[in-house]
């Protein structure tokens, strides 16, 4: 296939506006499989992904399209995570392709989470085609849609592409704007070999299976590669395309993407964004955009049973074989016992990795207060980085203390500026500069505590904005703050667990909100529940959850025993999920009651 | 030994559907005789398996058994004389709507042989009443209370419901004062539960009904408790409250972990460790006894773990409490062993109490005998 056929393309769209149902239509189009092979959702293999519609790992499947004239083309659909936590991942797939499929939905418009994927391709150089979907819906509004889509891209109306996927309505229209419109993948064949690698999975047979894309060279079974990178050295086992399976094709040519495996055995040996090179002829220089990827936020994950630490270490151990972006080192809390601190990229990797470990490994765990790092020097001159509050240096030797900040940039239409300018003031931003992209669009270029975007920023700035706004971000370096650590006692006993490291000035409308969230997710128990927060020994909150008062079921039951014991079971069941902590026993969400500021 | 043991007939037929009812019934009253027939015939399929058991009490509950006419209970009485050996010293009730009760009629039930009327009154407010779908009003109460003494019943008994939306303490006062002038020999005092399935659990999700929360529940219960030990009614379970000996023989049964045997739709039976139970459902039930087979729904054989709860979380209930003795013979092992932690903390919370013999909720205990039973 000559690199003139060859398409290369993705698909950026919301939550629910129809990615997954769009791509499924084309791979059947495309005959790349029959209604028999169809389960819904192809391209989101973990369960995980095809319940919250949100793609974790990368994906790319190829499909043979030949045009209504006979021609014959090459399709590769190459499918990006969708969230500012990946958004590190999402940058490197999106420059394995080309083009990329604007998916909006026909009901409910452009949103925040499309628009700042769609800059990260515009960025990117890809070709942009708008299709509105859903247009037979009742509620669908075509016409205000197009609207939004030339304002936000600047096209013409007659370029946007009127479908639902859902019926097969512009299937047809959309394969062929992709031919025409997507420019086939450019590079020199001749020129030493360098592939971009922009996902890797684990494989228990395998080891890694890396995607691929081709920008200069080829690939062969057998080649000596190098990753350049990180300079680990090793030999192609094979290579191929991906259909619905792994097709091996010994080759892989200039502007073709397809996946890789080279024996290496753990998906940290395989950077994504690396860049492969055979070893004898390098390329002079790796593809641009590699980033090392660190962890932005840290909790504590411990079993509630404290028995099962030991399955939940192989849990992790077989976990991370598939996800290269989490760290953990075992760690002890005096209420939880022993367990792992870990590190995630964001919230949203975290509630993933919580997830994945409860239904993939059917661990039972609690998840502390997410944390970032921040430097301690003492009077002694030394410094620490913490990482969890229950290290962090007593009062009375803290010299200073530093946090990290962001360079955030915030893109939205200008009638919001207002409402961010509130949020991020509570948010102890600081507005470096304000520019426009164009009349309808502004750009706020902030500092931002790291700590206080983990905590609920991003769903803050959704609503205030109704979806407009998008966040960007990246690491800028450490300010002085005035921090405090503030504890939470249940009973008089202190909970580390729940131990933040917060703000001064914030100190006591966090600690007032915690332990009124305390009191509404602890159960009334046997005997009144004390819930204070204090900084040091100085108590700042304190709320009660009074004892219980009734608990049996004054009815008649007639002969029904079997109802009242499964009852009863039951809620014996529920209690052995809580975490006993002194003699107070505490549910798991109450852990994460810290973690959303309002409500 | 012939193991002695209860008879409960469950009688599917309402005029109307009370709205806050989860138990089976239907308001097509056209297919009682259908039922009857069906009952006959699972009455006489049942008779093989239990003929070494003398039933010492009979209970007909529903539903509204006070529907069915004086011949439908005769030919029912003389299908299970036939056919099970009933203690003649036996309790024999029947649950009654005040509006379904005339002098005949409850001559009628004396003849039949029942000795002991349960009447679901549940309130002796008009507006009560009215919110909660009785179809009775408070006169007919005091018409059918004097009716059932006039036709002899010397046991009766007054359903009460408490902790409902609406209800205040002198409406509920009110309602105590007014069985209590009646001098019933029994008073058993149910809170409102907004059960799955029910017109007022779908009114409660939608906002417009909301429970009362169990510190105001808690108040009404111990309402009634107080206001009725003060005239001689002992509060012998949670719910149930009896002058003299006048205990309901039959609940006791449940509660005592004796077995019994249920007919009817959704009837529920407990013999040699074996629970189980019928259709909930009148058509299914006919349908399968015309073809002669029993209309089962579920049949369960407890484990000794699930014997052994079930004794716990029922004896509690009970004021008399667990019985030592008793569980040492059932289970072959006594209570403490396997349950020493959890009858020490519960000591030390003053939960419980500890006697030579009997091991049994304290006054704190009793209102929270299900987290209690928790423990165990």
């Known amino acids: ?599 | 030994m012939n193991p002695d043991g209860g008879l409960y007939i469950h009688v599917p037929f309402c005029h109307t559907k009370c709205e806050y009812c989860d138990f089976y019934s239907i308001t097509l009253l056209d297919q009682i005789e259908d039922f009857v027939e069906a009952l006959l015939r699972e009455i006489e399929l049942r008779a093989a398996d239990f003929r070494e058991v003398t039933f010492t009490t009979v209970f007909f509950g529903g539903g509204t058994p006070s529907l069915l006419s004086a011949a439908q209970l005769r030919r029912i009485w003389e299908a299970l004389q036939a056919n099970f050996r009933i203690d003649p010293q036996g309790e024999f009730s029947i649950e009654s709507n005040p509006g379904t009760l005339d002098l005949p009629k409850l001559q009628a039930f004396r003849e039949a042989g029942f000795n002991r009327l349960s009447m679901g009154v549940q309130s002796f407010n008009p507006q009560e009443l009215k919110f909660l779908g009785r179809i009775h009003s408070v006169a007919e109460v005091y018409n059918s209370f004097e009716n059932a003494r006039m036709a002899g019943f010397s046991n009766i008994n007054i359903d009460l419901m408490t902790a409902f939306p609406g209800i205040t303490r002198e409406t509920f006062r009110h309602s105590l004062e007014a069985a209590l002038a009646l001098e019933s020999e029994h008073i058993s005092c149910y809170t409102l539960i907004f059960e799955p399935g029910t017109v007022f659990y779908k009114r409660m999700l939608r906002g417009e009904l909301s429970p009362l929360g169990e510190d105001e529940e808690a108040l009404y219960y111990e309402l009634a408790a107080e206001v009725l030990a003060k005239h001689g009614y002992r509060q012998y379970e949670i719910s149930n409250f009896a002058r003299g000996d006048h205990v309901c023989r039959h609940n006791l049964i449940y509660w005592k972990h004796r077995p019994y045997l249920g007919l009817g739709p959704s009837a529920h039976s407990f013999w040699q460790n074996t629970r189980f139970g019928n259709k909930r459902s009148l058509s299914a039930y006919v349908r399968h006894l015309k073809k002669g087979e029993l209309a089962e729904d579920f049949r369960e054989t407890l484990s000794q773990d699930d014997l052994m709860f079930e004794y716990i979380f029922l004896s509690l209930r009970l004021r008399e409490g667990l019985d030592l003795e008793d569980f040492h013979s059932r289970f072959g092992q006594p209570l403490h062993t396997r349950h020493q932690a959890a009858i020490e903390r519960l000591l030390a919370d003053n939960l419980i109490e500890l006697t030579d013999h009997h091991l049994r909720l304290s006054r704190s205990g009793w209102m929270v005998a299900d987290a209690v039973a928790e423990y165990f």
């Open chain 1, 1 to 599: 296939m000559s690199m003139e056929n060859i398409r290369n393309f993705c698909i950026i769209a919301h939550i629910d506006h129809g990615k997954s149902t769009l791509a499924d239509r084309l791979l059947e189009a495309t005959g790349t499989l029959d209604k028999r092979q169809m389960q819904a959702q192809v391209l989101d293999s973990m369960d995980l992904e095809r319940e919250r519609g949100i793609t974790i790992k990368s994906h790319a499947i190829r499909m043979n399209y030949k045009t209504p004239e006979g021609k014959s083309y090459v399709f590769n659909l190459v499918d990006t995570p969708g969230h500012v936590d990946f958004s590190y991942e999402v940058s490197r797939s999106l420059a394995a392709a080309e083009g990329a499929l604007l998916l909006v939905d026909a009901a409910q418009g452009v949103e925040a989470q499309t628009i700042s994927t769609l800059y990260q391709a515009i960025d990117n150089d890809l070709i942009i085609i708008p299709v509105i979907n859903k247009i037979d819906l009742p509620s669908a509004e075509v016409d205000s849609v197009k609207h939004q889509i030339m304002e936000l891209i600047g096209c013409e109306e007659e370029e946007i592409v009127l479908a639902s996927a859902k019926n097969g309505i512009g299937i047809e229209e959309i394969l062929q704007a992709i031919v025409e419109r997507v420019p086939p993948p450019m590079g020199d064949p001749n020129a030493p070999l360098q592939a971009l690698i922009f996902d890797s999975q684990f494989d228990s047979y395998r080891g890694v299976i890396s995607l691929v894309k081709v920008f200069n060279g080829e690939i062969q079974d057998g080649d000596g590669i190098t990753f350049m990178i990180t300079d680990r050295d090793y030999e192609v086992e094979e290579v191929g395309n991906l259909l619905l399976k792994r097709v091996r094709t010994k080759k892989i040519s200039t502007g073709e993407v397809g996946y890789l495996i080279c024996g290496a055995k753990n998906v940290r040996d395989i950077k994504v964004g690396d860049t492969v090179t055979h070893t004898k002829k390098p390329a002079p220089k790796p593809l641009p955009g590699y980033r090392q990827v660190k962890p932005m936020v840290f909790a504590g994950i411990y079993p509630v049973d404290t028995q099962d630490f030991e399955n939940l270490r192989v849990s992790l151990e077989k976990l991370v074989l598939n996800d290269s972006s989490l760290i953990y080192e075992p760690e002890t809390s005096s209420a939880l016992g022993f367990g792992f601190r870990c590190g995630f990229l964001g919230l949203l990797h975290m509630e993933i990795v919580q997830e994945r470990l409860e239904r993939e490994f059917d661990q039972t765990i609690i998840v502390t207060t997410p944390n970032v790092v921040y430097k301690v020097t003492t009077t002694d001159g030394e410094m620490h980085f913490v990482d969890n509050p229950s290290k962090m240096p007593e009062p009375g030797v803290q010299e200073k203390v530093e946090e990290p900040l962001i360079d955030a940039h915030i893109i939205t239409p200008p009638e919001y500026i207002g409402n961010i300018m509130k949020l991020t003031n509570d948010k102890r931003g600081i507005l470096k500069n304000t520019s426009y992209i164009d009349p309808s669009r502004a750009d706020l270029h902030y500092h931002l505590p790291l700590a206080e975007v983990v905590f609920d920023f991003f769903d803050r700035l959704k609503s205030v904005t109704r979806g407009y706004a998008s966040l960007d971000y990246e690491f800028h370096g450490y300010m002085e703050s005035k921090m405090v650590k503030l504890d939470i006692f249940i009973n008089g006993e202190v909970l580390d667990a729940l131990s933040v490291i917060v703000h001064k000035e914030k100190a006591y409308e966090h600690g007032r909100m915690i332990c009124q969230k305390l009191r509404k997710l602890i159960p009334r128990q046997m005997f009144e529940v004390v819930i204070q927060a204090g900084i040091g020994s100085k108590i700042i909150a304190r709320e009660s959850v009074k004892a219980l008062r009734k608990n049996v079921l004054a009815k008649c039951y007639g002969g029904d025993i079997t109802r009242k014991r499964k009852l009863l079971e039951k809620q014996k069941e529920g209690k052995k999920r809580m975490k006993q902590v002194g003699r107070v026993e505490i549910p798991q969400e109450a852990f994460l009651a810290v973690l959303s500021a309002d409500d």
